[in-house]
């Protein structure tokens, strides 16, 4: 599986795991029923949903309201606890063979402790540390907002487990990399950036809020421009993989991502709308570098190229034992050297969103 | 499902098919039923076409103008013919999905995603069943009495709504020979005291094995306690908003009474279709 279908290594290492491609689900995007539609045994890794200690019921209705080119969620974690993970689900979830992460959440950084401690069973690969949640011991702020709380949680996390760390940092912070390398000093393996955006909308018809919650989180491609944002400053402050998480939909938004320094993406909202939005960006990854000449898909991290000119970044086809031609005037990686097809090209095989409708990438007809 | 005797290092199972697909479905007829309601038919797959009364489809509705709805729709089957490759539905035009749905022209190509969800369970044993619906909670019920005479189980459907000519699938319940009660706002006939009088009257007469309902919390509850009185048995169909229709984002529960608890339980994954006794109408 590892060559995608046009040859390129699809293979990514991101915070102490090697998958198969860098693509996996958002938590809370993903259930067994994807399994009904997708060959999940496809995917990088599985993230679970956030398991919680307590048993949740989650938060009041309506749970989601619409927006321009996204969505707004206030579920509020419903969980069914520790023994229903490891006695139900777990068992059910490894039989995809696909590095399973298990995503915690807890209100207390000792909370977040004991909890990874007691989830660290055969068939985890790693634990992603879900730190947006209201920490009770500061006032209900997100552990995620400052970097003091971040560094407290993730050391205590980091002394509990020995499997590889992912910290899930929040978005609504304006010190994100100062949250990222507090979270990288006290141990983590890997940050997820980011999560969703605190946001409201409010029912004209009622004069109410959308949301039973009031507010909650902005997810689709509306939070993509300032989550690319977060992890361009993130990946740049730390040495750390950084997996970006944020309105992505298609191999062209992971593509922008994991130039802007991502060694992984997660896709959430985009599977609501389409069910193979995940194996689309695989597919669509491998062809993008395959264009590009890009061997390796890992080497699209990081690989973006200083603002200013106007050179395209795929060189014109050549033989492949021509003599390499001379380097542009920044550094940039050898597969990445100038060639003639211009972003035109390549419209047609990424097609940029339809703002505001964001459909899918269109169907094959069935036969009539 | 019972995955749990997998050991850690089992080997993959083989692809199977998927019993949920996703396909551009060919719009073949499309048509005003009355000033509120229109009647879709779509050219599909099998595996859509096999769909059970009771499953729902996830529909991406085209863009009205000058609206951008963003999830799917939730949309409950009104017919599937396996034979001819058919999924039909009946719907209203209430907010920015409907109104897209309604611009899509014969010819024209719908994305849907399905079928979703636990349909209705017919006991081989029941002699006759009622269907109790409401508004567009007829068009739910309608495959319903197709399947229930493929069984030889008879059908009475009361079907209530604000004006005879506001009636959806009276006919379709005839047709599958269903014998109907329409009962209606403007008469007072559609009141929850007639329509128990009804209702007992069918139980008396030994033609009421089970209820099926969908579209009414005051029919649902009324149903309910007859349920209880006379020990029955009943079905319900139930609408939630919802995103994914997968059971993976948890924004479709809705509260049930199960042993003396309310639990959550996801409309689009344990339902569309539940027992009618531990729906909290």
Same mark, same amino acid.
């Given at each position: ?258 130039l ?43 690989a973006l190229r200083p603002a200013g000119g106007s050179h395209p970044a795929t060189p ?10 001379p380097a542009p005037e920044s550094p940039t990686?050898?597969?990445l050297t100038p060639e003639?097809?211009t972003p ?25 | ?93 209430? $907010? /920015?999905?409907?109104?897209? %749905?309604?611009? +899509?022209?014969?010819? #024209? &190509?719908? =994305?849907?995603?399905?079928?979703? @969800? ?74 929850? $005291? /007639?329509?128990?009088?009804? %209702?007992?009257? +069918?139980?008396?007469? #030994? &033609?009421? =094995?089970?209820?099926?309902?969908? @579209? ?66």
């Amino acid at each position: 599986m590892t060559p995608g279908a046009t040859g390129t290594d699809m293979r990514v290492r991101v915070g102490g795991l090697d998958l198969a491609n860098p693509v996996m689900p958002a938590s809370g995007t993903f259930a067994e029923g994807l399994d009904r539609v997708v060959d999940l045994s496809r995917l990088g890794a599985i993230v679970t949903k956030t398991i919680t200690r307590e048993l949740r019921e989650g938060n009041a209705l309506p749970r989601v309201a619409e927006v321009r080119g996204g969505m707004l969620n206030a579920i509020g974690i419903p969980s069914k606890g520790v023994a229903h993970f490891l006695g139900t689900t777990l068992p059910l979830y490894r039989a995809w063979g696909v590095p399973l992460v298990v995503s915690i959440s807890a209100p207390t950084a000792e909370g977040f402790a004991s909890l990874a401690a007691e989830i660290g069973v055969a068939g985890v690969a790693a634990i992603e540390a879900n730190i947006s949640c209201p920490n009770i011991e500061e006032d209900g702020r997100a552990f995620a907002m400052r970097a003091g709380s971040t560094e407290a949680v993730v050391r205590r996390l980091r002394a509990a487990t020995h499997l590889p760390l992912w910290v899930k940092l929040s978005p609504n912070t304006g010190e994100i990399a100062e949250v990222a390398q507090a979270a990288e000093a006290a141990g983590a393996d890997a940050l997820v950036v980011a999560n969703t955006m605190l946001a409201m909308s409010i029912d004209l018809a009622t004069f109410r809020p959308s949301l039973g919650n009031v507010m909650g989180g902005l997810s689709g491609p509306a939070l993509k421009p300032i989550v690319l944002r977060q992890v361009y400053q993130c990946a740049r402050a730390v040495r750390v993989a950084v997996i970006g998480c944020g309105g992505i939909a298609s191999a062209a938004d992971a593509a922008e991502y994991m130039l802007a320094g991502a060694a992984a993406v997660q896709v959430g909202t985009a599977t609501f709308l389409d069910p193979h939005a995940m194996t689309g960006v695989i597919d669509g990854l491998d062809s993008f570098c395959a264009a590009h000449r890009i061997a390796r898909v890992a080497e699209l991290t990081g690989a973006l190229r200083p603002a200013g000119g106007s050179h395209p970044a795929t060189p014109a086809p050549r033989p492949a034992d021509a003599p390499q031609p001379p380097a542009p005037e920044s550094p940039t990686p050898e597969s990445l050297t100038p060639e003639s097809l211009t972003p035109e090209s390549l419209t047609p095989e990424f097609p940029a969103p339809e703002f505001p409708a964001m459909k899918p990438p269109a169907l094959e007809p069935n036969p009539a | 499902m019972s995955a749990t005797a997998l050991p850690p290092t089992a080997p993959k199972p083989p692809m199977l098919p998927k019993p949920v697909s996703r396909q551009a479905a060919l719009v073949l007829t499309h048509d005003l039923v009355n000033a509120e309601y229109r009647h879709l038919v779509l050219r599909t797959d099998a595996i859509a076409a096999g769909a059970a009364p009771g499953q729902f489809f996830q529909l991406l509705c085209p863009a009205p103008p000058g609206e951008a709805p963003f999830l799917r729709r939730p949309m409950s089957l009104y017919g599937a013919d396996p034979a001819a490759g058919t999924v039909e539905f009946l719907y209203k035009v209430t $907010g /920015a999905g409907t109104r897209g %749905l309604a611009t +899509l022209p014969v010819g #024209g &190509r719908l =994305d849907m995603l399905g079928p979703l @969800g636990h349909g209705f369970v017919l006991n081989p044993a029941w002699r006759h069943v009622v269907a109790v619906g409401r508004g567009v909670g007829l068009a739910t019920l309608g495959p319903l009495a197709q399947q229930a005479r493929g069984m030889g189980i008879g059908v009475t459907a009361i079907l209530s709504a604000r004006r005879p000519e506001l009636m959806l699938s009276d006919m379709l319940f005839r047709r599958h020979g269903a014998e109907v009660l329409a009962v209606h706002d403007h008469d007072g006939t559609s009141a929850p $005291g /007639a329509v128990e009088a009804m %209702l007992r009257r +069918l139980i008396a007469a #030994g &033609r009421c =094995d089970a209820f099926f309902t969908c @579209g009414s919390a005051r029919l649902l509850r009324l149903q309910q306690r007859l349920a209880r009185e006379f020990g029955l048995p009943g079905q319900v169909a139930l609408e939630q908003q919802m995103a994914c229709g997968l059971g993976m984002c948890f924004c479709c529960v809705r509260d049930f009474e199960v042993g003396g608890r309310t639990v959550h339980k996801r409309v689009c994954w344990d339902g569309p279709v539940f027992d009618m006794l531990e729906a909290v109408a």
